[in-house]
T-cell receptor
């Protein structure tokens, strides 16, 4: 089954404690990206990657890092989380193609930073 | 990428046809119109995509006029389970950047 898997689904952490949210896809997609969703602000892109070792900033990259060492994995790293990073996070993957730009999203990771 | 404008919310009843219109005045030649559905606390799910005229799948239809400056998502005979937020997006085929707007919150009543 085609899917994007995020872990963990829920996470409560303390300010400043480094954490990593993992994302893995089994569709051999080139493109992967991370979004955060906040009430009233919608879905905003944090980082995206067009292929292995190629990453770029989205609209709200501050406080986040990513890496793309393998095609299937795209972890999101918060080196020093702060309360304003409390949010619902989604990972997505897609394949470049003019006629089909369908993106597949993970189940989400609800992060609380206290 | 072209900005999209759609109603903030809509209400309807079970069994009715629902049409959600989206405007994208600055759409470019190589842009596609795509709709996603999102349930609370779940990731968005692709519904349908089109370039021009009409596209239909098992879930919905998408109508796009010749000037492509707007599009209409049509959901036939909605049920309570269609209550969700629907996003209209303009996506460039070669790009990985997908920009979500505010979406339309659709509420279906018995």
């Amino acid at each position: 089954e085609a899917q994007v898997t995020q872990n963990p689904r829920y996470l409560i952490t303390v300010t400043g404690k480094k954490l990593t949210v993992t994302c893995s896809q089994n569709m051999n997609h080139e493109y992967m990206s991370w979004y955060r969703q906040d009430p009233g602000l919608g879905l905003r892109q944090i980082y995206y990657s067009m292929n292995v070792e190629v990453t770029d900033k989205g609209d709200v990259p501050e406080g986040y890092k990513v890496s793309r060492k393998e095609k299937r994995n795209f972890p999101l790293i918060l080196e020093s989380p702060s309360p304003n990073q409390t949010s619902l996070y989604f990972c997505a993957s897609s394949s470049p193609g003019a006629e089909n730009t369908e993106a597949f999203f993970g189940q989400g990771t609800r992060l609380t930073v206290v | 990428l072209a900005k999209t404008t759609q109603p903030i919310s809509m209400d309807s009843y079970e069994g009715q046809e629902v049409n959600i219109t989206c405007s994208h005045n600055n759409i470019a030649t190589n842009d596609y119109i795509t709709w996603y559905q999102q349930f609370p606390s779940q990731g968005p799910r692709f519904i349908i995509q089109g370039y021009k005229t009409k596209v239909t799948n098992e879930v919905a239809s998408l109508f796009i006029p010749a000037d492509r400056k707007s599009s209409t998502l049509s959901l036939p005979r909605v049920s309570l389970s269609d209550t969700a937020v629907y996003y209209c997006l303009v996506v460039r085929g070669s790009a990985s950047k997908i920009i979500f707007g505010s979406g339309t919150r659709l509420s279906i009543r018995p």
